[in-house]
């Protein structure tokens, strides 16, 4: 997802502009309320800094490195999520398939658990407005963000001998 944001160069502040121009549902961001609008900022934050998607799969690892990696509160997650159009999206999918989506997602869930102990520092999100004057890659340098695509280029490469 990032690399059609610019990579690690731009600032996480430019990254999420060029989010929400790509987003399809431009109008749904004029219907935010004030009071869930930090929380969707972190939300959206949280899928640029760690490279996910806006899949099913992507957003439930959100929600598990939003818990894991960062400082934000459970409360804080659950009024980013707590919007109708979010309760139609899971209600159209059913509760079993749901629950599939989420016992698939459990090997993923268990590599994110392992990166966030290894990560040097959580991501304090209610210092958003400074982080957003960071780039990408100076943040996920300082926190020890690794990305599957990196760690899937470390792990290709020959080892020394």
């Known amino acids: 997802m990032n690399e059609n944001l610019g990579g690690g160069s731009i600032t996480l502040g430019e990254a999420m502009e060029k989010m929400r121009r790509f987003e399809t549902e431009g109008d749904l961001a004029n219907k935010i309320t004030a009071d869930i609008a930090p929380a969707l900022e972190q939300h959206d934050a949280i899928h640029i800094l760690f490279d996910l998607g806006t899949s099913i799969q992507d957003e439930i690892a959100a929600h598990v490195w939003m818990l894991l990696a960062t400082t ?90």
């Not at 009024?79 to 309760?87: F, G, I, L, P, Q």
């Not at 268990?110 to 780039?135: C, D, H, N, T, Y």
């Open 72 to 161: 934000a509160k459970i409360s804080e997650m659950h009024r980013a999520v707590a919007s109708d159009e979010h309760r139609h999206v899971l209600s159209d999918l059913g509760q079993l398939k749901l629950i599939g989506i989420w016992l698939a997602s459990l090997p993923r869930i268990m590599g994110i658990i392992f990166k966030s102990l290894r990560m040097k520092k959580r991501v304090a999100v209610e210092e958003l407005s400074r982080l957003k004057e960071q780039s990408l890659l100076e943040i996920r340098q300082e926190h020890g963000i690794v990305l599957r695509s990196q760690e899937d280029l470390t792990l290709a490469r020959p080892q020394a001998e």
